[in-house]
C-alpha cells in the first residue's frame, strides 16, 4: 500500500489550495479515505473523509465550509481543495485509509495506512 501526497505549499491567507493524494497497492475503491494534518507542536488531527464511492463525506468543524474531499476512484486519487486559508492551516497533510464502513470517527485508530505528508505553509 502506497499513498503519495502532493500539492502543499506556500499561499497567502485567504488563498486556495488543493492538494492530491495518489494510492496504489490496493483495490482504491472499495475503501473510505481521510486526510489528517499535524501543526508544529500539536497532535496529528482529523480533516475530514470521503465514502469509498464518493457519496458522503465528513468534515472537522475547523474546516467546514473552507474545504472539499474528492475522489476520482479510476485515477486511484483522492484531493482536499482547500478555501479561505488561515495561518493556523499551517500543518503537513497526509491522506490516509480506513478498513471501517463509517466517516463518522475522528479517530486516528481506524486509520492503517498513511502517506508521507505534504506541508501547506499560509502567510499572514
Known amino acids: 500500500v502506497q499513498l503519495q501526497a502532493s500539492g502543499g505549499g506556500l499561499v497567502q491567507a485567504g488563498g486556495s489550495l488543493r492538494l492530491s493524494c495518489a494510492a496504489s497497492?490496493?483495490?482504491?475503491?472499495?475503501?473510505?479515505m481521510g486526510w489528517f494534518r499535524q501543526a508544529p507542536g500539536k497532535e496529528r488531527e482529523f480533516v475530514g473523509a470521503i465514502k469509498w464511492n464518493g457519496g458522503s463525506t465528513s468534515y472537522a468543524d475547523s474546516v467546514k465550509g473552507r474545504c472539499t474531499i474528492s475522489r476520482d476512484n479510476v485515477k486511484n486519487t483522492v484531493y482536499l481543495q482547500m478555501y479561505s486559508l488561515k495561518p493556523e492551516d499551517t500543518a503537513v497533510y497526509y491522506c490516509?485509509?480506513?478498513?471501517?464502513?463509517?466517516?463518522?470517527?475522528?479517530?486516528?485508530?481506524?486509520?492503517?495506512?498513511w502517506g508521507q505528508g505534504t506541508l501547506v505553509t499560509v502567510s499572514s
Open positions: 497497492g490496493f483495490t482504491f475503491s472499495r475503501y473510505n
Open positions: 490516509t485509509r480506513t478498513r471501517s464502513g463509517s466517516i463518522s470517527s475522528t479517530s486516528m485508530d481506524v486509520y492503517d495506512y
